[in-house]
């Protein structure tokens, strides 16, 4: 068949069944326009509807409850202690890392969902989750250090998800590290159950069953590998809403036998004076503020109950 070299506006052949052609296509992108169907408003409304601010829970009496709102903040962490194997970072939050191409056919993120740490560190749909009972504890109660319990997306365009995660496989793994992969489904199980730990291990046992404290650095266990929730700042993810980290199931110990920062998380509650704030923004009190550099040497006082050792 020859190629055709001229346009509707030459009155050759078929030329007013192509300006019918043309006519009907311009009909559907103007209509496909109005009701908001194209790719490209699709794609706009899908970062639109996930960085929409939520307001996270106000905690009163300094704990975590279940039916709280709150963030998983990964605390910065500007001195390199670990030789290059962790490099300095700043704070990071757990987010919802969704496909654009799923999120196209349905108004809300579906399962499975993958999982990023993001700077985003304003609470938002992507990166707010909901502390969920899983042993019928009721809304409201205090939750307590191994006490398990799950982390649950908001809902409409959260989908109500669990974090969960599972022992890898040669299948299921996580994209660059190859360690434990971390995702979010529909229906809760056994493999989205977590416990909060005590950071120091010398005191874990003693503070077990002790409320687990808001804004304050914890453990975050997986209850069927044993295994803590990590980031990983080596590994990069190109998502839809920029570079992004990747963020697995692994405890990291150092040569005492300690945690690493990378194993390091915090429950962060709302500000009750800003609106859609956290408290990350809340000013350093004065009793905690760096005391400032003196050339003059200060005297250590000494304790009144500390006898001093003199040599005869």
């Not at 409850?65 to 605390?75: A, K, N, T, Y």
């Not at 250090?145 to 969960?164: I, N, P, S």
């Given at each position: 068949m020859a190629e055709r070299t001229y346009?509707?506006?030459?009155?050759?052949h078929n030329w007013a069944e192509d300006i019918c052609?043309?006519?009907?296509?311009?009909?559907?992108?103007?209509?496909?326009k109005e009701n908001g169907e194209l790719l490209i408003q699709k794609t706009g409304f899908f970062k639109k509807n996930l960085l929409k601010k939520t307001d996270l829970a106000n905690s009163c009496d300094g704990t975590i409850h279940f039916g709280d709102m709150v963030m998983i903040v990964s605390p910065d962490n500007q001195v390199n202690r670990f030789g290059g194997t962790h490099p300095a970072h700043e704070a990071l939050s757990l987010a919802l890392n969704a496909d654009e191409s799923r999120f196209i056919k349905d108004k809300r993120v579906i399962g499975p969902c993958a999982v990023s740490a993001c700077s985003i560190l304003y609470p938002c749909i992507r990166n707010t989750f909901i502390i969920t009972s899983v042993?019928?504890?009721?809304?409201?109660?205090?939750?307590?250090?191994?006490?398990h319990f799950a982390l649950r997306t908001t809902e409409e365009y959260g989908g109500q998800l669990y974090l969960t995660s599972d022992h890898k496989t040669?299948?299921?793994?996580?994209?660059?590290s190859r360690?434990?992969?971390v995702n979010l489904i529909d229906n809760p199980t056994f493999p989205g159950c977590w416990k909060a730990l005590y950071l120091d291990p010398e005191m874990r046992l003693?503070?077990?069953?002790?409320?687990?404290?808001?804004?304050?650095?914890?453990?975050?266990?997986?209850?069927?590998?044993?295994?803590?929730?990590?980031?990983?700042?080596?590994?990069?993810?190109?998502t839809s809403f920029g570079r992004e980290f990747e963020v697995t199931t692994h405890s990291f110990f150092d040569s005492h036998k300690v945690e690493e920062d990378v194993n390091h998380w915090i429950i962060l509650t709302g500000h009750p004076n800003i609106k859609n704030g956290t408290m990350l923004q809340r000013s350093i009190p004065v009793c905690e503020e760096p005391e400032p550099k003196t050339e003059e040497k200060i005297e250590?006082?000494?304790?009144?109950?500390?006898i001093p050792y003199k040599d005869d």
């Amino acid at each position: 068949m020859a190629e055709r070299t001229y346009n509707s506006g030459v009155r050759i052949h078929n030329w007013a069944e192509d300006i019918c052609l043309e006519e009907e296509v311009l009909k559907n992108f103007i209509k496909k326009k109005e009701n908001g169907e194209l790719l490209i408003q699709k794609t706009g409304f899908f970062k639109k509807n996930l960085l929409k601010k939520t307001d996270l829970a106000n905690s009163c009496d300094g704990t975590i409850h279940f039916g709280d709102m709150v963030m998983i903040v990964s605390p910065d962490n500007q001195v390199n202690r670990f030789g290059g194997t962790h490099p300095a970072h700043e704070a990071l939050s757990l987010a919802l890392n969704a496909d654009e191409s799923r999120f196209i056919k349905d108004k809300r993120v579906i399962g499975p969902c993958a999982v990023s740490a993001c700077s985003i560190l304003y609470p938002c749909i992507r990166n707010t989750f909901i502390i969920t009972s899983v042993d019928e504890s009721t809304e409201g109660e205090t939750l307590r250090y191994g006490q398990h319990f799950a982390l649950r997306t908001t809902e409409e365009y959260g989908g109500q998800l669990y974090l969960t995660s599972d022992h890898k496989t040669f299948q299921k793994y996580a994209k660059n590290s190859r360690m434990q992969e971390v995702n979010l489904i529909d229906n809760p199980t056994f493999p989205g159950c977590w416990k909060a730990l005590y950071l120091d291990p010398e005191m874990r046992l003693e503070y077990e069953g002790y409320p687990v404290p808001a804004n304050t650095k914890i453990l975050i266990n997986h209850c069927r590998t044993n295994h803590n929730l990590a980031l990983l700042y080596k590994f990069f993810l190109r998502t839809s809403f920029g570079r992004e980290f990747e963020v697995t199931t692994h405890s990291f110990f150092d040569s005492h036998k300690v945690e690493e920062d990378v194993n390091h998380w915090i429950i962060l509650t709302g500000h009750p004076n800003i609106k859609n704030g956290t408290m990350l923004q809340r000013s350093i009190p004065v009793c905690e503020e760096p005391e400032p550099k003196t050339e003059e040497k200060i005297e250590k006082k000494q304790d009144p109950d500390c006898i001093p050792y003199k040599d005869d």
